[in-house]
């Protein structure tokens, strides 16, 4: 029974080895010149400076919604491609509606200028 | 094998989890986010009864697809009700919405 | 893998056509210039009416579509030309009103097509799957009607209530659906009343799970159809959202949940109605006494609707008592259906009415407002007082007749009780339904009412339909005897 998990054990092992000789070997070999920007907390590139909860432009969420919404329909595609074959013709045809209804969706988030920054 | 009845009682967890989080918390974000979790867990329900069922059937696994593609909808337009709040109140306070009685 | 022919979309083409007209219409609307979004709502009206014409030629056809995930009776088609016409009143009331209150855009049309479209699929469901997909179709949208007035905080307030006390529900459905297909192995409806039947006498836990999994279904329908205990949202989300869509969402959701729950309960659980009896007798006479006894505090006339709505409900669950008595159920299930259908010309009435008298920044709205409108418009003040006997179910109209039907076939199933509940209640509700026509009639007024053509025509229809149905009940019970299933 529990040798079934060897192989997860092994993984892990594995794993967490390679980790730690490419953090190692950075920090072995790698020159270390501290400068204020270095030792900022990371954030994605924005300056981490102010409170905890300031205000983000709204068009943010637009994107992240629009984003959700269309990364989603990944989940449909990935399993026609699997069982391409055996579905032939027809399930090229139905994708291709599936595709169209999709274009349809983002035509109409361009047309309304949800796409565009300013 | 694990048995079935442990993906069942984690999922049963999970689905209580989430609807505590719906019950208690007062943020509408927070809320949502316990919504989530519920239908989360009935995604681990539908896979387990898939792979301890009749694997060549592929209900399960289609339902849970099905599932989660239909909650990133609803995430979506959730979230974008939940903003319009806030742009016109400053909270997402579920409480705090009370211009009508609860 | 077996290819669709041509049947299977024959199956659901009334639905399909909806579906590409909305698709269509949401591009073509891009091109509307903002002020002549009118054109949205002709184009919509045109398209409900297509779809409409291929569901009346589906009359008496009964096919199964996509591998049984479909079907076509005449339930469903009984159910969709109810669901279109709710549509198309929908549309008649949005018209004018949406102009006036400033918060016109073409979505609100779209929104709408896609939301029937969703409550004709739930209509012609038979899988599980399918109802959860037809679930969401309806809703999603809903959620965004509710919240339209983008100014309006109460409108913004019950699309956000109404999202996630919705999304909740959704939760119990899939959860219980999730059950009972571990339970029985398949999630077509159908397939679970052949496991069920077969398998009752083994499986200890699967029938305990399979017990829950039905229940979970019932408590998320009983969300989206306001039965009492989980009604709290609808009195918030019916007042905070724009009346239009207030009238639409009434009608169109209600019918649409009961007729899931319908097709649900008798298709796939007749195994547990013994269990389920006192649950649905509960649920019917709670929401009955309650629905009225709160309708009675009510000063603002949406939401004494709202809580209207919730008690009409609760007669509607009667019909469903008795769904696992073959003796009864096919006589239950025809009241029911000729109820959903009073219900629904009646409450569209009402609604009409409350739009027609609705003024800019939710004035208008309290039932003190009404008063005198009987002097400034006769035949508005008429028409309401036409409503309002409907919902008591006063002779002659709609109501009366729908009541008298519900409660024969409860009497027949053995639930003299929850007959003596209804009757009792109906005349509680007298004395909140009785007091907008008091104030329309008795009383001077400044409110003067608009007077929007299709607005006008939609609270006419209403109000002729009302009357003139209920002098023909037979043909009209004969109708919705087609609408039993098999």
Known sequence: MLLEYIAI??????????????????????????????????????????????????????????????????????????????????????????????????????????LEWE | MIPLSWYLILAAGLFSIGLFGVLVRRNAVAILLGVELMLNAVNINLVSFWRYGDVLKMTGQVFAIIVFAVAAAEVAVGLALVISVYRSRNTVIADELDMMKW | MTQPTINDFHTILPMIVLSVWACLLL???????????????????????????????????????????????????????????????????????????????????????????????????????????????????????????????????????YFLLGAFATGFVVYGTALVFGATGTTSLGGIFAAA?????????????????????????GFKVAAVPFHMWTPDVYQGAPSAATAFMSSGAKVAGFVALLR????????????????????????????????????????????????????????????????VASVSIASGMFYLMAYTLTNFGAWSVVVALEKAEGKGLEIADYAGVARKHPALAAAMAVFMLSFIGFPPTLGMVGKFYLFRAAIAG????????????????????????????????????????WLGFATALTAAATVALSLVPQWVFLLASTAVMK
């Open chain 1, 9 to 114: 054990a092994v993984m892990i092992a594995v794993a967490t080895l390679i980790a730690g000789i490419a953090i190692g070997l950075g920090e072995l070999f790698g020159p270390k010149k501290a400068s204020a920007a270095k030792s900022m907390p990371y954030e994605s590139g924005m300056n981490p400076y102010g409170e905890g909860t300031r205000r983000m432009p709204v068009r943010f969420y637009l994107i992240a919604v629009l984003f959700i919404l269309f990364d989603i329909e990944v989940v449909f595609l990935l399993p026609w491609a699997i069982t391409f074959r055996k579905l032939g013709l027809f399930g090229l045809i139905e994708m291709a509606i599936f595709i169209v209804i999709l274009l349809i969706g983002y035509v109409y988030a361009w047309g309304k200028g949800a």
């Open chain 3, 27 to 161: 591009l073509v609307d891009l091109f509307i210039p903002k002020d002549r979004k009118g054109i949205t709502a002709l184009l919509a009206a045109l398209g409900l009416i297509l779809s409409l014409g291929f569901n009346l030629t589906r009359i008496g056809m009964e096919s199964v579509g996509f591998s049984g995930m479909v079907v076509l009776d005449g339930f469903a088609t009984f159910a969709n030309v109810l669901l279109l016409l709710s549509g198309l009143f929908g549309v008649a009331l949005a018209y004018g009103y949406v102009r006036r209150m400033g918060i016109e855009r073409g979505e609100y049309y779209t929104l709408l097509l896609f939301s029937v479209c969703g409550m004709m699929l739930m209509a012609q469901a038979a899988d599980l799957i399918i109802v959860f997909l037809a679930l969401e179709l309806l809703s999603i949208p809903l959620y965004v009607l509710a919240a339209f007035a983008r100014g309006d905080m109460q409108s913004q307030e019950a699309g956000v209530k």
């Open chain 3, 197 to 221: 039947s077969a398998g009752a006498s083994t499986g200890s836990g699967n029938g305990l799970m399979f017990t829950i999994g039905a229940a979970l279904i019932l408590v998320g329908f």
């Open chain 3, 264 to 327: 649900v309960f008798s298709t796939s659980f007749p195994a547990l109605a013994s269990d389920m009896n006192g649950i649905l007798w509960t649920l019917s006479a709670l929401t009955m006494i309650v629905g009225n006894l709160i309708a009675i505090a009510q000063t603002n006339i949406k939401r004494m609707l709202a809580y209207s709505s919730i008690a009409h409900a609760g007669y509607i669950l009667m019909a469903f008592v008795s769904y696992g008595n073959p003796q």
């Open chain 3, 414 to 453: 053995g639930y003299t009780g929850l007959a003596l509940i209804g009757v009792l209640t109906s005349l509680v509700s007298a004395y909140y339904y009785l007091r907008v026509v008091v104030n329309m009639y008795m009383r001077e007024g400044e409110l003067v009412p608009e007077r929007e053509p």
